[in-house]
């Protein structure tokens, strides 16, 4: 399993690269808080999955919705921003606090902050009034479910620290496909 994480990493950072897919011009402090931020992720393990086996679950990520070479631009730059704002309020929750160190947690946060803020300038130039509603159709609603299936499994669990494990690993997963976008 470390393996396959270490792996996981290696292809992240190699496909995190300054000349992205969006067309807006995203800065290259972008690409490296994402790049940081997995690597964030990465650091936050406090327990082996392999002890939280019986707590996995699929939360059917929906990679055909969010493949980038399928995606118009406003699109893509609409679910890379729902993306980076579930992940950011799902680590900025109370019971978030608890199960973190919180030295990796505030830089994950301020990473995924910046990464917000970068994308909203993104967001602006490429979003016309028509596609207001790109928010709530979609693809960008297939990611809000995703989250909505991660909260609920969360308080399922009691917020363990298994779960919180095993959000952990989506969320570095999630974040890592979205760099086709």
């Not at 939280?52 to 059917?60: A, H």
Request: one cysteine or more.
């Amino acid at each position: 399993m470390a393996f396959v994480l270490s792996l996981l990493m290696a292809l992240v950072l190699v496909s995190y690269s300054p000349g992205g897919s969006l067309g807006c011009d995203l800065s290259q402090n972008h690409v490296l808080f994402g790049k940081k931020n997995l690597r964030l992720l990465g650091q936050m393990r406090r327990i082996s999955p392999r002890f939280c086996l019986q707590d996995r679950k699929d939360f059917d990520f929906p990679q055909e919705m969010v493949e980038g070479g399928q995606l118009q631009e406003a699109q893509a730059i609409s679910v890379l921003h729902e993306m980076l704002q579930q992940s950011f309020n799902l680590f900025h929750t109370e019971r978030s606090s608890a199960a973190w160190d919180t030295t990796l947690l505030e830089q994950l946060r301020t990473g995924l902050h910046q990464q917000l803020v970068d994308l909203d300038a993104c967001l602006g130039q490429v979003m016309g009034e028509e596609d207001s509603a790109l928010g709530r159709t979609g693809p960008t609603l297939a990611v809000k479910r995703y989250f909505q299936g991660i909260h609920v499994y969360l308080q399922e669990k009691g917020y363990s620290d298994c779960a919180w494990e095993t959000i952990r690993v989506e969320i570095m997963r999630s974040l890592s496909s979205s760099t086709s976008l």
